[in-house]
């Protein structure tokens, strides 16, 4: 029954992300905001806010910031693989697709990050400010930087998000006022957040029955879960041919997510969120720390239009590295 009561929470988490991205999208065309912060920034946050809400709760409500830190890790790796998957897919189509520089540059950003985790774990980089860890500072500081340059990127994010306006006028967007949007906004984000604990605590006794480690079961049942709002999203929008917002929307999640990891730390004060006591939390972030940088390669080799191979081979190392990960 609990895992009927998990697949059913977990379908009501996406649609809800889902209907809440819409409403985004609704509000990028009715205001005057950056078209570039909205999409690289605001889509993508709102996309993880089930990573977000579920983090919190894992550690605020149930003590549990294994749970926390294999969700944001899981989601992560997870969103690569996706991505992966529809790159060779849809090879053709990528590789015709014009790709914003700063997508690159986001995803470098995410690997900065992983190395100060990393440093954290071997106890480089281990110090506090009162009960924040200087490694959640540094993270604060670096999404602050990946933020800029989404912001000052304008290339091709604005034409592509444009575009996909221009494709999804409905006669709801042309009688909805402003006011109407963001109420129905606040109501979805409210369901939202009851969903998002919800499958939290299901999760939580899910480990307990199973007795899997919080890590394992945070990247599997948690990081899967939470990031089929992204899968969703990129699935359509790559129907449409449209792989610059599918990429931006991925690897700003990622980014995102990691600064999740800030704000769990400064509401946590009981500990530190960052617990590598069990191998998978370790696996998660040495996979995950080589499947983005199969995709730096990746975005790469395609701004620079070389050996189709690379980029397959690439995309084939991401999906790899994750079932390496299920299977160790």
Do not use: W
Not at 101 to 130: E, F, G, Q, R, W
Not at 161 to 183: G, M, P, R
Not at 210 to 237: C, D, F, K, Q, Y
Not at 281 to 296: A, D, P, Q, V
């Amino acid at each position: 029954m609990i895992y009927l009561i998990y697949f059913v929470v977990a379908i009501l988490v996406v649609l809800l992300s889902i209907k809440a991205a819409y409403y985004v999208d609704l509000i990028d065309k009715t205001t005057n905001l950056s078209g570039a912060f909205i999409g690289g920034v605001l889509l993508s946050a709102v996309t993880s806010l089930p990573e977000l809400l579920t983090s919190i709760s894992a550690t605020m409500f149930f003590d549990n910031s294994g749970l926390a830190l294999g969700n944001i890790l899981g989601s992560n790796i997870f969103n690569l693989t996706t991505l992966s998957i529809l790159i060779l897919f849809s090879f053709s189509t990528f590789k015709k697709s014009k790709v914003s520089i700063s997508h690159k540059h986001t995803a470098v950003y995410t690997l900065i990050i992983y190395i100060i985790i990393i440093l954290n774990m071997y106890k480089i980089l281990d110090l506090n400010i009162l009960t924040v860890s200087c490694t959640s500072i540094f993270i604060l500081i670096i999404y602050v930087l990946g933020v800029k340059s989404m912001i000052n990127d304008n290339s091709e994010k604005d034409m592509a998000f444009e575009e996909i306006a221009n494709d999804t006028v409905t006669e709801e967007e042309c009688s909805l006022t402003l006011k109407q949007i963001i109420i129905r906004f606040i109501f979805t984000s409210i369901g939202l957040v009851i969903a998002s604990i919800s499958i939290t605590y299901v999760t939580d006794i899910i480990s307990v029955r199973l007795n899997m480690s919080a890590s394992l079961v945070g990247a599997l049942l948690l990081g899967i879960a939470t990031s089929l709002p992204e899968v969703s999203s990129s699935i359509s929008l790559v129907r449409m041919g449209n792989f610059n917002v599918t990429v931006g929307n991925i690897v700003g999640s990622n980014l995102f997510n990691f600064l999740i990891l800030f704000v769990v730390d400064v509401l946590y004060i009981k500990g530190s969120i960052y617990n590598f006591g069990d191998k998978q939390s370790k696996n998660l972030l040495f996979f995950g720390m080589i499947s983005t940088i199969l995709m730096i390669v990746i975005l790469k080799s395609k701004k620079e239009k070389t050996n189709k191979y690379i980029i397959i081979g690439s995309a084939l190392g991401v999906i790899i590295s994750y079932i390496m990960f299920l299977s160790i």
